[in-house]
């Protein structure tokens, strides 16, 4: 006895529940017609994940239940066929009289036209990015699937990173696992799902199927990769990562229960983060329909490498790079942003902001007079850039993609309504030290085969500035990035006090001025635009502290 399951690894729409009906009846219909008979998709895959207070309306889970019902019908002419859907259920649906305060994360097998079983998830996360209590009721009992003589249990996501639920199904008789997906990348995250959902194969002695979703919504990148791990936790079938794939494994043996498939090698972590990124750009953008992007081009490390990323998510002919030179703009910086642009084959234009800084100057003159020039001078200029970007984006119909990286955030060396001015931030949740990693791995590698080498080396080399006065250096108002990304890592991500980053060899007066510049700029995040989470530990939904606060540790 064989039996064939595909695992339809899809990128479904937030709200698409018609388009994301569409996208799984055709996977299971390919997947029939190549032999499948069991057919897993994404958690909550008719409705896209996360949907966060949508889930709160009844018409929106009237949608998705008129949607699992669009896929129930389309697909019961295939004749055997079982197709496991995600979708959330509740608030008195389908005849059952439920509370508006009981909405479960439910996954339902489809066959023939009759949803022969139901199963809701138990374990809620609350922690990060997830919500999940704010939206579910947990479920409470166990749902063991039997085909072609094989049990086999039903989880959803959470649900298989505790024992309890993977003991219940195997008490139940279940002799396979089958785990249905949504959880959010982070640098990293690959390896220790694997690793955690071998704990539970061992602990078991069942194997386990892990049916991921892939693509991007908003803040959060599903990068794919959905795999089958043996009883002993070895990976025996792994579907790429950062694509779309029906990927299909075989059960071999109802007496063993073992599995055969394809095995995708594991990315590096800078290969698996560059894809993040390049599909959260392209995502954002493309389900968003916006018709291009627009950034501002500096010279620097940071809109280099943001204009690399737009260039492999979108090609060349829908970037508009916008170079505006101040009077403190160095010559080499002109010549470096104008060389990478031609490189990339971009769109590039070059609007000089000195007259308009002088005017600002003059106007402010009366009073101001006095006063020496300081930081309110170097912000205009970055705040004549920002009306530019977002006149150019008003007028086109562009999205601007901001440039400031996770160390710029944290400290606050970004200016408001200037350079933080714009829709989508690409590399929010990425340190200064990690961008230079990843300019120079992709000027080594062409993922998407667009341009070879596309950043100008000189860019990487030089001591990065912000160029908004005479002989600027980022040193001179922060640690070397070396320091301060190392303290960031252990103070924000990691929530190491002062004196746990002190012990560890870092100077008082370095851990003193970051910690402060995390602490006071808290006013300036929560007015930036969202952009990408890449780490366990980004500024957003990771990371909620009061603006107005006393408390210091």
Known sequence: MTLK???????????????????????????????????????????????????????????????????????AHLKGLHVVVGHPWGSGQSGRSVSTSERFNRASVLSEGRCVATYDKQELPN?????????????????????????????ICEDAWFEAPA????????????????????????????????K??????????????????????????????????????????????????????????????????????????WRALVMGVRDYVGKNGFPSVLLGLSGGIDSALVLAIALDALGPKRIHAVMMPSPYTASISLIDASEMAQRVG?????????????????????????????????????????????ALSNKMGSIVLTTGNKSEMATGYCTLYGDMAGGFAVIKDVAKTLVFRLAHWRNQNNPFGTVDNPIPERIITRPPSAELRADQTDQDSLPPYEILDAILSLYMEEDKSAQYIISKGFSKEHVDLVTRLIRINEYKRRQAPIGLRVTHRSFGKDWRYPITSKFRA
Request: aromatic share 8%; charged share 25%; net charge negative.
């Open 346 to 390: 971009v769109q590039y234009s070059e609007l000089s902001i000195v007259p308009e800084f002088e005017a600002f100057k003059a106007t402010l003159a009366p009073l101001f007079e006095g006063r020496a020039e300081d930081a309110t001078e170097e912000n205009i200029q970055a705040r004549i850039r920002g009306t530019l970007l977002m």
């Open 167 to 198: 003991r219940d199904a195997k008490d139940h008789g279940a002799e396979v696992l089958l785990v249905l997906n949504a959880s959010p990348y982070h640098m990293g995250k690959g390896l220790e799902r694997e690793e955690e959902m071998a």
């Open 200 to 273: 539970r194969t061992r602990q078991t002695g069942l194997p386990l199927v892990y049916a991921h979703m892939v693509g991007a919504q908003d803040e959060v990148v599903f990068e794919g990769g959905s795999f089958v791990l043996s009883a002993q936790g070895d990976v025996v079938a792994r579907a790429p990562s950062f694509e779309e794939a029906l990927f299909e494994v075989t059960l071999e043996s109802a007496q063993e229960v073992t599995f055969t498939g394809d095995v995708s090698a594991p990315l590096s972590q800078e290969e698996s983060l």
């Open 127 to 155: 922690y990060q990015v997830f919500d999940e209590r704010r939206y579910f009721t947990p479920g409470s009992e166990s749902c063991v699937l039997e085909l072609q003589g094989v049990k086999m249990g039903l989880l």
């Open 5 to 75: 399951i595909s695992i339809a690894q899809l990128n479904v729409v937030v709200g698409d529940m018609a388009g994301n009906a569409q996208k799984i009846m055709d996977a299971a219909t390919r997947a029939y017609q190549s032999g499948s008979r069991l057919v897993l998709t994404p958690e909550l895959a008719i409705c896209g994940y996360p949907a966060e207070d949508l889930l709160l309306r009844p018409s929106f889970v009237q949608a998705c239940d008129d949607a699992l019902e669009q896929v129930r019908q389309g697909l």
